[in-house]
């Protein structure tokens, strides 16, 4: 059986006049009806359900606007559209004041009424099915195409390309689709973590012919200081555990404020706090910093080892371009906003670097695992970014960003490190002196009992992390797996399984957006 068709109610006085406009209407599917007052038209909305009503705004009796706020106490989402002679701005403002969804001035063509119903009622749906269209030719090429053939660059083009295509298919109900989509995830995660094993360690110790992406030690000096150098301040935001796909929902509430330039980077090793953040900030890797500030550095594994952020910024930036004003916030509560909030004028430094730190996503990942409520809300990645997007419309840091637009100043927004969504458990063998760590474990004589879930290495120079000591290997979780010892495997399974992780090696975590927001004048 055919849908029925989409009912459109139309009130004119001069209905008689519009007898071709619903006679074209008709012919191309819709249902239309006339009333030639506001009383007939608020009697056929109480009668029967319409899809969309075009209304005169000057009418004898009552006025359009005034109809509009009748209509829409009865039927609160029916989308309107003002046809009217009246070119007046005020009239404008009083149908945009009620919130009309569309406005036409007369004299208008029946094409011109056409394409403003079908946008309004069709829209969606043929876009959805665009969309569809648009997925199926492109899916038959990513399936051919093998990733393990890409180079960094490469890599960023289509971990970014799968981004985009799961923000539209879940955006759309296209959850057919959205599944074919993720069955391309389990391959892309094995050779990333292949091409990352052969190349990482080149990369950080300058052994390679050609050039390495950007990595956490570069970005102050090859992305903040340009920003600096050509103004008197910046600010250097940094949202802990953020990925692409979080920024990208975000991003579109920032344009009207910002011109927004987007390139990529790529985490040090492991992807966990202590290690990407700071070396985000000390332009060193993580054993050099040990090396270097051996009080800063102990033996822990916790993010108390993020404690000397601010140091380790000065100590990068009085080494690059000498000595440089640095004022620094950590916001990881709902009373640090708050003080952030009400000093917010005084936040910004009124010269150097300005920066935050804000833990609020890196917080929401880690308490889903204790939180059965957090669990419920955030269950799988499209229901974490509409969370972050509900949190960021009212945070702090929009109010910060909202404060460099005021004060036009330039703003480098990054991430320290992504998270996974882990559902594997990977069974891991280890003597007892082995870290906790969920998707990255230190440790004399550890493995994975399931080889392709991890990758090991055996030299702390590999990665250029602290030294250990003698026997001291390194393991990286791969894919979506999470480290679960034999002895403890059905605790670990109830409590991690679902849960968003970091530490390991997947494109979620490892590639990162890193954004120049110049305010728009």
Not at 305 to 333: F, P, Q
């Amino acid at each position: 059986m055919p849908p029925a068709p989409k009912a459109v109610l139309w009130v004119d006085d001069e209905a008689e006049l519009l007898e071709s406009h619903r006679l074209f209407l008709t012919e191309k599917g819709f249902e239309v009806e006339m009333a030639s007052n506001a009383a007939d038209a608020l009697e056929l909305l109480r009668r029967r359900a319409f899809d969309l009503m075009l209304l005169d705004e000057q009418m004898p009796g009552m006025r359009g606007v005034a109809l509009v706020r009748e209509a829409r106490e009865l039927v609160p989402s029916l989308p309107i559209v003002m046809v009217t002679k009246s070119e007046e701005d005020q009239t404008l403002r009083d149908a945009l004041g009620v919130d009309v969804t569309e406005y036409l001035v007369k004299p208008v063509n029946p094409r011109q009424v056409l394409s403003v119903v079908l946008r309004i009622l069709e829209g969606p749906k043929i876009r959805q099915q665009a969309l569809a269209r648009s997925f199926v030719e492109r899916f038959r090429e990513l399936e051919q195409v093998r990733s393990r053939d890409l180079d960094w660059r490469g890599w960023i083009e289509r971990y970014g390309e799968l981004v985009q295509w799961d923000i539209d298919l879940a955006a759309a109900g296209e959850m057919g689709l959205y599944g074919s989509l993720r069955s391309l995830y389990p391959e892309m995660h094995r050779d990333f973590a292949a091409y990352l094993r052969g190349v990482y360690p080149h990369w950080v110790n300058d052994q390679i012919d050609g050039e390495r992406p950007p990595l956490s030690v570069d970005v102050v000096d090859e992305f903040l200081l340009p920003v600096l150098d050509g103004e008197k301040r910046a600010l250097y935001i940094v949202v802990d555990c953020m990925r692409l796909d979080q920024w990208r929902v975000i991003e579109p509430l920032l344009t009207p404020l910002f011109e927004i330039d987007t390139t990529y980077y790529f985490s040090v090793l492991p992807t966990a706090t202590p290690y990407s953040r700071n070396a985000l900030f000390s332009g060193l890797f993580p054993g050099e910093i040990a090396a270097r500030f051996p009080d800063w550095w102990g033996e822990r594994e916790d993010e108390t080892l993020n404690a000397h952020e601010r140091e380790l910024l000065e100590a990068h930036l009085k080494e690059l371009r000498g000595n440089t004003t640095v004022r620094y916030h950590k916001i990881s509560s709902s009373y640090d906003s708050d003080e952030l909030e009400r000093h917010l004028a005084n936040a910004i430094a009124p010269e150097g670097i300005t920066a935050f730190v804000f833990n609020f996503v890196d917080l929401l990942t880690h308490g889903r695992s204790d939180s059965a409520i957090l669990y419920e809300v955030a269950r799988d990645e499209i229901a974490l970014r509409q969370l972050t997007l509900q949190w960021f419309k009212r945070s702090a840091l929009l109010s910060v960003l909202k404060e460099a637009h005021r004060k036009k100043i330039p703003v480098i927004l990054t991430s320290d490190h992504g998270s996974i969504h882990c559902n594997s458990p990977a069974t891991v063998l280890a003597k007892r002196d082995a870290t906790p760590n969920l998707r990255f474990k230190f440790g004399e004589d550890l493995r994975a009992e399931n080889p392709e879930q991890a990758l090991l290495f055996t030299n702390e120079d590999d990665l250029r992390l602290p030294r250990r000591g003698t026997g001291a290997n390194t393991l990286l979780a791969v894919g979506d797996s999470f480290f679960v010892y034999p002895t403890k495997l059905r605790e670990y399974q109830q409590r991690y399984r679902g849960s968003f992780l970091h530490g390991g090696v997947t494109p979620e975590e490892v590639i990162l957006p890193l954004s120049l927001l110049t305010p728009r004048k």
